[in-house]
């Protein structure tokens, strides 16, 4: 066993064992499954990858329905050595086998209670059937039979290889068992992003193939949801399914999609629903469930009480529970919740930053003087205006001016065509906001009319190009000002920038805001999103209920630049259907229309009130995903000093590594980027990794990569080297100087110029220095000689 390495193990015994006791090869068996994507670190300018949950084998009684985990050690390893890691993964996707052996016995983990012993050894020989762990998994899910057909159902498959990630299969099976044991409501809670109509697409194919559920009616409220379920992911359902219009009730489908708006009316005659018997649908599925369906006077729970014989799924982001509203009250207590924040920490959505600006006015408020006209002539009423009333009662046409020069300040700064939307107070102000936006930006706005948009309910023009806002491969338009009153649903994967000009105090409507940008789409370099918050807004995320962290606040000064400094380059209300809002614009003091006529002013427009920008501060997302509220360099000093308390301890780390990008590895999984210090840092770039370091961390002068490099040579290091040896040594002190360790512990390096002049990395490794053991030998003496000097 000695020698033999973990992959190893896997193919010479494990699977041997596995196909022994009658898992399928094919079916019940994946090697190196991984459950999570990496979360994506953002820091400054750096973009990367956290390492990936991967199992080393799932074991299934059928693909998508797993039943036991097994994490494989080598044979220097005890039998249990991985089963604190195994358990981790089989709580992730809630199955109650665990197995961690080293290839010479099996130590088992039996979360299920059905065994004599929570751990036992057991012989390779001993693996349980499929069978046999199948009967414990159902009686321990309360599965009145292991045959039971829906249980059973498979999962459909397209044959292009596209699997359910390891939430979606736990979503759907949950919901699958518990309609095998008849519970009539359930409510499904997954974040904006993570595929819910996907995960509500294979529940119904497994009931509706398994015979369970014959005719099925899948609820949303808004059109663009309807469209995009029945042509993307319900598609395959294909002449047995339905979108109902133009109120026609045609009873000869088998999978119905509808808005509800479609089935109901004020009177009773427009109730399209009911030419349709109590009992003729087995399923309803509920889109969006949060917005209303469970009001004991909504219209939507006039159909759920109809057809109250059918089971019944809520489908939501973001739960509503308030006193006339409660989803779990109506639904019960969620089947499944899969959050903001673990789509974040999986890698599954992309993660924020947010840019706060206060301003003056909105801190300290406006009183106009008395006597104070406006523009169309009105009485300014005389009183102290704050940020509650600005563009819904007054209007200050500087304020509407300022933010959208931030706004084009920052894409200038980043990208001037990375798509954004403009939540503002309401239609009218949307329509400022355009007209701001487009005098800020007039040379792309030449260009092409396109550039800026309001998209509103109200507005044909704009609502048209809603397809195109939302295509990744559609320039523009690029920016869209919408309204308030947020829905939900439609897929703007590579919107960049969401803007706060509005004033939000519900929870859910924040979450659905956010939710516009949590998708990612790395083929167009969509990897996080960022938040310009006007009207903090923001502050919801110090709210208890919200479970999603920023990894960065940044709130500039009057001078400060758009994007926080270690990403400046000098040289460089309603979303969803865009408006399906509440047209009547009505949001205090007396009527107006929305742009100015005659009819008392619901607004007062105040021209050349000057206003302008106050505070700044930066947060960062710590690795228990809590905001850290302090400087990058601040964070990094308390890290290290956590793990080593003095100088000498973290010199003693450094020098024992044998690879040094072991440590920075560790640094950067702990929130601690080299990259961003650098930019911190007064010349960091031309430190070394371990100088700016110790400098950060333990306040010691930091020496320049080539001061270092300087003081090995003057100390006559290479004397004891002769020939090409010493030559090589002394090309890799200049690398060192230029590029920092990483060359000293990649030998790929000898492939490159100037140790191609000294041979082949065969010839150097093996001819000059006599093997590898004896060049790398070579290269750690040079490292622990250019760290002599300590810091």
């Known amino acids: ?58 074991l299934y009684h059928k693909p998508n329905i797993p039943i036991a985990v097994i994490e494989v050690k080598d044979g220097s390893h005890s039998a249990g050595a991985g089963m604190q890691q195994a358990l981790e993964y089989a709580e992730m996707i809630d199955v109650p086998f665990v197995f961690s052996t080293n290839g010479k016995s099996i130590l088992m983990h039996d979360r299920s209670g059905s065994s004599d012993s929570v751990e036992q050894e057991i012989a390779l020989d001993e693996m349980p059937s499929p069978a046999d762990l199948w009967l414990r998994y159902a009686a ?35 919901v699958i068992e518990e309609i095998a044991k008849e519970r009539g409501r359930l409510l499904l809670v997954m974040a904006t992003g993570t595929g819910k109509t996907y995960t509500a697409f294979q529940i119904i194919w497994r009931l509706w193939k398994a015979g369970a559920k014959k005719r099925i009616l899948f609820l949303a409220d808004r059109n663009i949801l309807v469209d995009q379920t029945k042509t993307n992911d319900f598609k395959p359902f294909g002449g047995a399914m339905t979108k109902i219009a133009n109120r026609q009730a045609d009873k000869s489908y088998e999978i119905y999609l509808s808005l509800y708006q ?65 989803n779990i009250d109506y639904f019960g207590e969620p089947v499944y919740t899969y959050s903001l924040r673990q789509g974040i920490e999986d890698g599954f959505l992309a993660p924020y930053k947010v840019i706060r600006y206060d301003l003056d006015k909105d801190l300290t408020g406006y009183r106009p003087e008395s006597g104070t006209i406006d523009r169309y002539g009105h009485e300014v009423e005389d009183r102290i205006y704050n940020q509650r009333d600005f563009d819904r009662t007054l209007v200050l046409d500087e304020r509407t001016k300022l933010v959208a020069a931030k706004i084009t300040e920052f894409l200038k700064a980043t990208n001037r065509f990375d798509k954004t939307i403009v939540f503002c107070e309401d239609t009218e102000h949307a329509e400022r906001m355009r007209q701001a936006l487009a005098n800020e930006n007039a040379d792309l706005v030449i260009e092409n009319l396109r550039y800026v948009m309001r998209i509103t309910g109200d507005d044909a023009p704009g609502k048209a190009e809603l397809d195109n806002f939302i295509d990744p491969k559609s320039r523009h338009p690029v920016i869209a000002t919408t309204s308030k009153l947020l829905t939900t649903g439609v897929d703007a994967k590579t919107c960049k920038l969401i803007v ?13 805001i956010i939710g516009r940008g949590t998708r990612i789409d790395e083929e167009h370099g969509k990897q996080y999103f960022t938040i310009m918050d006007f009207k903090r807004a923001t502050e919801l995320f110090a709210d208890p209920d919200f479970d999603g962290d920023p990894v960065q606040i940044y709130e500039p000064a009057a001078t400060d630049p758009p994007v926080p400094l270690d990403e400046y380059d000098v040289t460089a209300g309603s979303f969803g259907e865009f408006g399906e809002e509440d047209e009547s614009d009505i949001t205090g003091g007396v009527l107006r229309n929305s742009f100015g006529d005659d009819a008392g002013p619901r607004k007062f427009y105040v021209d050349g009130v000057e206003v302008s920008v106050l505070s700044k501060r930066v947060q960062y997302l710590g690795p228990d995903g809590r905001l850290i509220t302090e400087s990058l360099r601040s964070y990094a000093k308390k890290t290290l000093q956590k793990d080593y308390k003095t100088l000498d301890e973290f010199l003693r780390r450094w020098s024992d590594a044998d690879k040094k990008q072991a440590i920075v590895e560790e640094l950067e999984i702990l929130g601690v980027s080299l990259h961003g210090l650098r930019e911190e840092v007064k010349n960091g770039d031309t430190f ?13 002068p930091p020496l320049t990569r080539k001061e270092r490099v300087d003081q090995v040579k003057k100390r006559n290091y290479f004397a004891k080297y002769e020939g090409k040896m010493r030559a090589v040594l002394e090309a890799l002190l200049d690398k060192y100087a230029d590029e920092d360790f990483g060359s000293l512990e990649n030998a790929k390096v000898l492939q490159l110029k100037p140790f191609d002049e000294f041979g082949t990395p065969v010839e150097i490794v093996k001819g000059l220095f006599g093997g590898r053991l004896a060049y790398e030998a070579a290269v750690k003496d040079l490292q622990t000689e250019l760290y002599r000097e300590g810091a």
């Open 1 to 58: 066993m000695r020698g033999l390495s973990e992959r190893d193990v896997c193919s010479k015994f494990i699977t041997p064992a596995l196909t022994a006791a009658g898992w399928d090869l094919h079916a019940q068996i994946r090697e190196e499954v991984s459950l999570t994507a990496g979360r994506i670190i953002v820091r400054g300018k750096l973009i990367s990858r956290g390492t990936q949950k991967r199992a080393d084998y799932i």
């Open 140 to 174: 321990w899910k309360g599965i009145a039979s292991s045959e039971d057909p829906i249980v059973n159902q498979d999962y459909f498959n397209d044959g292009s290889g596209k699997a359910p990630r390891y939430y979606q299969t736990l979503a759907v099976n949950r």
């Open 262 to 326: 479609a089935v109901t009316g004020i009177d009773e005659a427009a109730n399209i629903y009911k030419q349709f018997s109590r009992d003729f649908f087995d399923l309803i599925i509920i889109d969006e469930c949060h917005r209303g369906s469970a009001a004991a006077d909504s219209a939507w729970r006039e159909i759920l009480e109809y057809f109250s014989k059918a089971t019944q799924i809520g489908l939501t982001a973001t739960p509503k529970e308030t006193r006339d509203v409660s």
């Open 500 to 512: 706060l000009d509005q004033r939000i105090q519900s929870m859910t409507e924040f979450k659905q």
């Open 688 to 700: 070394s990794a371990f100088d700016l370091l110790c400098h950060v961390a333990y306040g010691q």
